[in-house]
């Protein structure tokens, strides 16, 4: 298999794809908004308990950065000398998302400074993901072809077509992610043959979409209905070869008789949704700021001399006005002080617009 990270660099976050065999299987995210508030996967901290759950098994630590972490103690119980107050060092091993902070691991050495917070020298985006695929060769998106604007636009999408006909219709609630295979388009075959095509084909789609779009918890697959064990059989086994590469944990549950597979998926961190919406499924107010951005520097790459406007929604004005990420001596640097910033008169609909004088 080749693996590729390829990574773009923008003025307010750094964006990366991991490519396996020419295709997106997982995209991540860097905000400028969020430098020093998060812990990243496979960090090392000095932490502070700040309180232990005899219930839970396990104990709250605070960073110094973020929500606490949740440091479950394993079947060895609570390691002897740890009370409220005392310093540990841990390693985090899942990011923190929705509700829950990171989850911890303890970590090796005795690194024990007197206040929480960092240990190692925060990574850049690339360099965390090289941490978990050493073997990957790094590139710039540009320079290896690859399309990350559209994998993005493609792991928001609710409806995902299938080669040959078919599709998916991906719907993720508060309690599960529900996917649903839809024969609409497929006019090849009929009746028993069709269904097992058209829930084969959408096998390897609904593995690779659950990585890309990085959901977690509980799916569930609505497959078209099979009749013969046999067909239900080929359908599992197809969902399992194609989960193979998913580096998350994956329970798999066999077909019920309503045509169901069960599936819980370990969260790794948030999802592309969880990132770039505002949960209700319309993209945030930085998000949509940040593609404000990423027009202007491309406007102002493409006319190199000409003075430049951008003209943005009220809401994308109060973000991007206090500049609280340092956009604008960022954006400075890279294509001159030949900008200004303006707010869409009341009329004007679209989230943003660059004209030049």
């Not at 269904?195 to 497959?223: F, K, S, T, Y």
Request: proline share 5%.
């Amino acid at each position: 298999m080749s693996r590729l990270i390829a990574v773009e660099e923008w003025v307010g976050e750094t964006r990366a794809a991991i490519v396996e065999n020419g295709r997106v299987v997982e995209l991540h995210f860097d905000h400028w908004s969020e430098q020093g508030t998060r812990a990243h996967t496979g960090e090392l901290y000095a932490g502070r308990i700040t309180r232990i759950d005899g219930a839970l098994n396990a104990a709250f630590v605070d960073l110094g950065r973020g929500d606490p972490g949740f440091l479950p103690f394993g079947k060895a119980g609570r390691p002897k000398g740890w009370h409220d107050g005392a310093m540990i060092g841990v390693r985090v091993a899942r990011e923190a998302f929705a509700e829950k902070g990171p989850t911890l691991a303890v970590a090796d050495g005795d690194e024990r400074p007197d206040a929480p917070g960092l240990i190692e020298t925060d990574a850049n985006l690339a360099e965390r993901l090289l941490r978990r695929y050493p073997e990957a060769e790094v590139k710039w998106a540009d320079e290896a072809g690859i399309d990350i604007a559209g994998a993005i636009d493609a792991a928001l999408d609710t409806r995902v077509g299938l080669k040959g006909g078919g599709a998916l219709r991906i719907e993720p609630t508060a309690a599960l992610t529900a996917i649903d295979i839809d024969s609409v388009g497929r006019t090849a075959n009929a009746g028993r043959k069709l269904a097992l095509d058209v829930n084969l084909a959408a096998m390897p789609e609904i593995a690779r979409q659950i990585r890309l779009r990085g959901l977690g918890g509980n799916i569930v697959i609505d497959c078209l209905h099979l009749r013969s064990q046999p067909d239900r059989k080929a359908v599992e086994g197809a969902l399992k070869k194609a989960l193979k590469p998913d580096p998350a944990r994956i329970d798999l549950l066999p077909i019920s008789r309503f045509g169901l597979i069960e599936m819980a998926r370990q969260r790794t961190g948030r999802s592309v949704a969880e990132i770039l919406t505002d949960g209700e499924g319309a993209l945030s107010v930085e998000t949509r700021a940040l593609a404000a951005l990423r027009h202007l520097l491309l406007e102002g790459a493409a006319n190199r001399s000409a003075k430049l406007n951008l003209t943005v929604a009220p809401d994308i004005h109060d973000w991007l006005d206090p500049d609280r990420i340092g956009w604008r001596a960022a954006l400075t640097d890279r294509i001159g002080p030949r900008f200004t910033l303006a707010v869409q008169a009341p009329e004007q609909r679209n989230d943003f617009e660059v004209t030049t004088a």
